[in-house]
């Protein structure tokens, strides 16, 4: 191992501890938020079994406003929400309140895209053997989009692990703002292209252990 690595290993460890706390608190809120959203706004489209046009335009709008937000101002915008929440705007658990709302969002848009690839010959089907919505969505929706939907999941976490990069504005630490404050700021440029490096390995671990697990799945 590299000297400098050795010289710097505690913080290193701390920050990647930092970054997998605010990407992992992140994608449980993707799961159990962004994934209801994302159904329900396929649910309320037109021509859908929950039609809503008025339920569709609001939830559409407000993923839209939160996707098309620049992240770094949104940090900044909720940061008297995250002082409510959390208790304070600094610090990784703060962190993690923006980066969630992002989450959801992102990750409920395409959850919402992986829905519409569903052949509409499947709910005609499950319509006709007396399915309810429920069954629908759990037994034949979720079933046909896994794959997508693990693909979608994919491509979230590895935006979250950029976005997390970020968090240091708000002292949220991660493998981002170390390479920034003690590579970048201290002129140690061998210790930041280690930190990119790092980062570089998580995202194509990520990358394949996802497109896998969908390959496996994907029964099509």
């Given at each position: 191992m590299p000297d400098i690595l050795v010289r710097y290993q505690s913080e290193i460890w701390q920050s990647i501890a930092e970054?997998?706390?605010?990407?992992?608190?992140?994608?449980?809120?993707?799961?159990?938020?962004?994934l209801p959203l994302g159904t329900w706004l396929y649910l309320s489209r037109k021509g859908q079994l929950l039609e809503n046009q008025i339920v569709f335009s609001v939830l559409n709008l407000v993923v839209n406003i939160v996707r098309s937000f620049p992240f770094l101002l949104l940090v900044v915008f909720l940061i008297p929400f995250t002082r409510l929440i959390i208790g304070t705007a600094i610090g990784t658990a703060a962190a993690t309140v923006p980066l969630s709302i992002i989450a959801i969002a992102h990750y409920a848009r395409l959850v919402e895209q992986s829905l519409i690839d569903v052949?509409?010959?499947v709910i005609e089907a499950?319509?006709?053997?007396?399915?309810?919505?429920?069954?629908?969505?759990?037994k034949f929706l979720y079933v046909e989009a896994r794959s997508g939907l693990v693909l979608g999941l994919t491509t979230s976490i590895i935006s979250f692990i950029s976005y997390s990069t970020i968090m240091g504005v708000v002292g949220g630490g991660g493998i981002g703002d170390f390479?920034?404050?003690?590579?970048?700021?201290?002129f140690q440029t061998e210790l930041m292209l280690y930190m990119?490096?790092?980062?570089?390995?998580?995202?194509?671990l990520i990358q394949f252990?996802?497109?896998?697990?969908?390959r496996i799945i994907d029964k099509r």
């Open positions: 970054t997998f706390m605010m990407v992992g608190v992140s994608i449980l809120a993707a799961i159990l938020v962004g052949p509409r010959g499950a319509l006709s053997m007396g399915a309810s919505v429920k069954d629908i969505i759990f390479a920034i404050r003690y590579g970048y700021q201290q990119i490096l790092i980062m570089l390995v998580f995202v194509q252990t996802g497109t896998t697990v969908a």
